[in-house]
């Protein structure tokens, strides 16, 4: 069973599309994020839900849109695609309860999905 | 605002030689500090994490890393390196207050025969 689901695992689309990325996670985490790595490997965090309420938002363009029917899923809602947003897309969940630190206790950390690569074409 | 380096781009290493992967961060307070692995084609997966007491701390697949407060690191190690253990390694820390962890832009290890 796995922890953290994401789909699809590769994506090739056209520049002007709109496209979805779906996440699902299955350990009872209160918090979802989003993390785009780019060609050099470099992971930043884009978005971060904790029981569907947005909590971080970083500098992403409003193209970007995350959307979190429940505390079990975040997906990611990308309109107007360009050629810049082709990177791997990486889903994550942790334990996080709104309060403190999102790394601590013995549960504490991330745990990720397996990634979406994004190609824009 | 707190930053993770990794030093190191890439290294290389023999099969069955040690190991030990630097990291180091700007924080003001006492940082939570993970170490993430990264195989090709695949997630992250949590090697080990610090949160307080003993600053040794052991991971899975035999690697421990150690927190020094007075150097602001948290180096990652390994006594012998097998084939498998060629990936991309990944220094975090999350900040106090916040909920959010930051990653080190990773280092890319290569295990020669």
């Known amino acids: 069973d796995t922890a953290v689901s994401q789909t699809p695992k590769y994506l090739v689309t056209q520049m002007g599309n709109d496209k979805s990325i779906k996440c699902e996670q299955n350990?009872?985490?209160?918090?979802m994020y989003w993390y785009k790595q780019d060609s050099k490997k470099f992971l930043k965090i884009m978005f971060s839900y904790n029981n569907k309420e947005l909590i971080i938002n970083e500098t992403v363009p409003n193209r970007f849109s995350p959307k979190s029917p429940d505390k079990a899923h975040l997906n990611l809602h990308i309109n107007s695609l360009e050629l810049g947003d082709s990177a791997v897309y990486f889903c994550a969940s942790s334990p996080w309860d709104g309060v403190g630190r999102a790394g601590q206790g013995l549960n504490g950390g991330y745990t990720f999905g397996s990634g979406t690569r994004l190609t824009v074409v | 605002a707190q930053s993770v380096t990794q030093p190191d781009i890439h290294i290389t290493v023999s099969e069955g030689a040690s190991l030990e992967l630097r990291c180091n961060y700007s924080?003001?307070?006492?940082?939570?500090l993970f170490w993430y692995v990264q195989s090709p084609g695949q997630g992250l997966q949590l090697l080990l994490k610090y949160f307080s007491g003993d600053t040794l701390v052991q991971g899975i697949k035999g690697f421990e890393a150690e927190f020094k407060r007075s150097q602001s690191s948290f180096n990652l190690r390994k006594p012998s390196v097998h084939w498998s253990d060629a990936a991309e390694y990944f220094c975090?820390?999350?900040?106090?207050?916040?909920?959010?962890?930051?990653f080190g832009a990773g280092t890319r290890l290569t295990v020669k025969p």
């Open positions: 924080y003001g307070a006492t940082p939570y």
């Open positions: 350990l009872g985490h209160d918090t």
């Open positions: 975090a820390v999350d900040e106090y207050n916040n909920n959010d962890m930051r």
